[in-house]
């Protein structure tokens, strides 16, 4: 079943503000620069920094700063399209380019360009939204499954695939596409805290969701869950460690393909068995804030840079340890400095790594898909934790007489739902 990982070390919240102001630095009307870098300010100088307005930018040289303006906007719809499925956002931006275009035909095509491209990212986004709750609504209970059909009928993860690394490839295949659509504003979104500073309640992002983020944790849960049951529903122990053994090798060929996610999944459902440890020792053991992995993804990460085809250039990180990386330096950092300004260095921090997952998640799958494979990794009835408890209790016995009262338990309230 899903297990949680210890949680990394805490980031200091000084570790970005420490000696900030003992350090003697230029002052530019309220914005702090440090070796010709801009470390804070306040909100009101950033935005006078940024917005132009009328004293600074006169009607006569809009010509002037109109390509800054459309170069600015171009970046931000590609960058993060999400953020334009909000009504009000796009209204804005439509008004925005109406006035840059006006009577400029380079400038009219420019932007009719980038709404086009806009609007086709929005679009596959809501049809890989509408696929996800399809493929949701025909997921069933395995513990249902048992009771409609013969055990002997069932099809289980070996006369599906029985090639490790065949397997591995269409794992991958899954990650990466589901990696794919999570956008960078979702991190954003994940982990926004309402600033008591920010008095403005005309917020546009005010009720947005991290769908695609939270998809694709339910994606590793859900494999998570599969491995469980395809190792529980073997009758003999001989063939439930062949199972075992299987996964294990699967695990390797993930580890060995840069499907870091993939392989946690997997290893956190093969208990019990020596290949576990011996795997989680060498490559996934999370003692030391997982020392191992973080060395393993930073080589991962080095042979992508490098890399000359897609396959090498594949990294797919553990994704829940990225996520409390995360979250961590975000809470460990504050967004204002005592003085009130903006707390740009740690802002920089966060941004560098939703920077690099930006590049691991733009890679092409270089594997043939197999529809059949893919099918049953994303629809294979799955036990419910309380049925793999029950599973694992009728395979192995329970060891005492609490053990013994839950299985009783399960058994009453699962096997005798109509």
Known sequence: MPQTPPFPAMYGSNVYNKNL??????DYEGLYYHENNLVSGSLEALIEHLV???AYYPDARVRKIAPKILQLLTEWTETFPYDFRDERMMKSLKELTHRLSTGDELYRKAVQ?????????????????EALAKINSSVTDRLTVLKTKPQSIQR?????????FTLAQQLTHIELERLSYIGPEEFVQAFVQKDPLDNDKRCFSDHKKASNLEAYV???NRLSYLVATEICMPVKKKHRARVIEFFIDVARECFNIGNFNSLMAIISECFAVPCKTLLQKHQMDPSSNFYNYRTALRG??????????????????????????IYFLN????????????NLEKFWELAKQVMEFMTWKKVE???DRDRKILQYLLTAPVFSEDALYLASYESEGPENNMEKDRWKSLRSSLLNRT
């Not at 102001?21 to 230029?26: D, G, M, Q, V």
């Not at 490098?306 to 090498?312: D, I, L, P, Q």
């Open 21 to 26: 102001y003992k350090a003697k630095e230029e």
């Open 52 to 54: 132009p307005t009328v």
């Open 113 to 129: 360009q980038m709404t086009q491209t806009l609007i086709r990212k929005l679009t596959t986004l809501s049809q890989y939204e």
């Open 156 to 164: 289980d993860i070996l006369t599906i695939c029985s090639d490790p």
């Open 218 to 220: 339910e994606w590793f």
């Open 300 to 325: 991962a990460t080095q042979r992508s840079i490098t890399a000359h085809s897609s396959r090498e250039k594949i990294v797919i990180p553990f994704f829940s340890l990225l996520i409390k990386d």
């Open 331 to 342: 809470e460990g950092c504050a967004n204002r400095l005592p003085n009130g300004h903006v």
């Open 365 to 367: 799958c270089p594997f």
